[in-house]
């Protein structure tokens, strides 16, 4: 029983421990809505695989905009078109507004090109059936891989080949119209907004929900609390009322000694 009870006691230990490091540890801050963009307004504004910059995934068209899901750090975590990432917060503006072109949108095709999985034809090679018929969707450039002497252009795309969609780099040297020969600078503009502004934009939302809404919200939070701390209190409650009829017992049992002679317990004989 004890054995059971200590068990019991160090799952409930753990389970608490692991939903405290949950939704105690500070890793990312997800805002109150998740319509608010941020607006590209200087080249060379990356977006990344991993909040770091070792870890490009293309140059971003300037002036255009990504969809910010969440804070990280130094970071944003966003998405671009369908592609999600992180941008450096220092590089873009965060707007109060909806774009309507928020991405830079044009397809080109490429002559019997072949689509890597990173900027380098040393990388894997995801199709070879890229031609004129294969439609392919721009969305950004980088430098990678020299495949002649003076280019290192790759541009990242996505391609629908035989039903299924590939996302990898095409190297510039292969294309056959130029998606970027006619390229449009996205000209909206809303007023400007901090990550703290958003942040309080949260506790205001809160602040702004009827009574009701507000007690459900805490039951909701304080009942698994309470839940967790009485099932923390009852297996010691449990040891204690175990320990306390041991004991008894034992003094129940025990032989009282008079002069020379023992005299026992009735109850025992």
């Known amino acids: 029983m004890k054995k059971f009870v200590l068990f019991n006691e160090k799952i409930i230990l753990t389970i608490l421990a692991l939903f405290l490091a ?4 500070p890793t990312k801050v997800a805002f109150a809505q998740t319509s608010y963009y941020a607006k590209v307004e200087g080249s060379g504004v990356y977006l990344y695989s991993f909040p770091n910059e070792a870890n490009v995934l293309f140059e971003i068209p300037l002036s255009y905009f990504v969809l910010v899901e969440s804070s990280s750090g130094n970071f944003f975590q966003v998405s671009y078109n369908g592609v ?13 507004g909806t774009p309507k072109n928020a991405y ?7 002559v019997f090109a072949n689509l890597y999985e990173e900027a380098s034809s040393s990388s894997a090679v995801l199709t070879d059936k890229l031609n004129r018929n294969v439609s392919l969707e721009y969305y950004g450039i980088k430098s ?7 280019n290192c252009t790759w541009y990242y795309v996505k391609a629908n080949v035989e039903g299924k969609t590939l996302s990898g780099y095409v190297f510039s040297q292969f294309i056959y119209n130029n998606p970027l020969k006619n390229f449009e600078p996205n000209t909206e503009r809303f007023n400007i907004v901090t990550e ?16 009701g809404t507000k ?4 039951f909701a939070i304080a009942i698994p609390s309470v839940l967790i701390l009485y099932f923390l209190i009852k297996p010691s409650k449990i040891m204690q009322l175990s320990k306390a ?3 008894s017992i ?6 009282i000694r008079h002069g020379d002679y023992f005299e026992f317990d009735e109850n025992e004989l």
């Open 144 to 150: 990678g891989e020299y495949l002649t002497e003076d």
């Open 196 to 211: 703290e502004m958003l942040i309080a934009s949260t506790t205001n939302q809160f602040q702004a929900l009827s009574t």
């Open 215 to 218: 007690i459900l919200l805490v």
């Open 84 to 96: 999600s990432g992180y941008v450096k917060k220092k590089d873009v503006s965060l707007m109060n």
């Open 250 to 255: 034992k003094h129940k049992q025990k032989k």
């Open 104 to 110: 830079y949108k044009q397809n080109f095709s490429v």
């Open 22 to 25: 949950f939704n105690l540890t």
């Open 245 to 247: 009829k041991q004991k």
